[in-house]
T-cell receptor, first 113, second 111 residues
């Protein structure tokens, strides 16, 4: 049981380039989410998906996601900007269970030049 | 809306000192409350949780009690160790199943 995996661990992008951050979980969790973590800002929710085939967003600009199946939840940066330099964390949990925790991946550190 | 406010850091303590990290929340209904820990170079992991009022979560010598009357979930440890140096996040999961995180508190324990 690998839990939540993320690739790559680290990447450098140039402004305007696009990239997809990968996230996968093998726990059959319905709920998956993406956060960005910045110093002094805590975790900020970018997107979440309550189940395969559904997504919803918190921060509309510059990001896109798809949830074609239960396991995978890739995050796409459409046209990278320096403001998107951050550590991106993917998480999953059982849906519709308020007492359940989230399980986090190790993160992707992204630098946009 | 729902939110979490936690004590700002950084916090520096000597080994064997007592630790308190304050956390208060705003939420409708009956959320679950969590403390996560992030060790240097690692991802977040669950430290402890409490799912209803007056519950006490505990793990690795850390404790936190869900206080609905004061809307608080303060993290405590009686005697910290160097290995406890990490960033600690308070979080809630609302009855709408959304997660809300505090800004994190960095703890450094010196020998």
């Amino acid at each position: 049981n690998a839990g939540v995996t993320q690739t790559p661990k680290f990447h450098i992008l140039k402004t305007g380039q696009s990239m997809t951050l990968q996230c996968a979980q093998d726990m059959n969790h319905g709920y998956m989410s993406w956060y960005r973590q910045d110093p002094g800002m805590g975790l900020r929710l970018i997107y979440y998906s309550a189940a395969a085939g559904t997504t919803d967003k918190e921060v509309p600009n510059g990001y896109n996601v798809s949830r074609l199946n239960t396991e995978d939840f890739p995050l796409r940066l459409v046209s990278a900007a320096p403001s998107q330099t951050s550590v991106y964390l993917c998480a999953s949990s059982y849906e519709l269970a308020v007492e359940e925790t989230q399980y986090f991946g190790p993160g992707t550190r992204l630098l946009v030049l | 809306g729902d939110s979490v406010t936690q004590m700002e850091g950084p916090v520096t303590l000597s080994e064997e000192a007592f630790l308190t990290i304050n956390c208060t929340y705003t939420a409708t209904g009956y959320p679950s409350l969590f403390w996560y820990v992030q060790y240097p170079g690692e991802g977040l992991q669950l430290l402890l949780k409490a799912t209803k009022a007056d519950d006490k979560g505990s793990n690795k010598g850390f404790e936190a009690t869900y206080r609905k009357e004061t809307t608080s979930f303060h993290l405590e440890k009686g005697s910290v160790q160097v290995s406890d140096s990490a960033v600690y996040f308070c979080a809630l999961r609302s009855t709408g199943n959304q997660f809300y995180f505090g800004t994190g508190t960095s703890l450094t324990v010196i020998p």
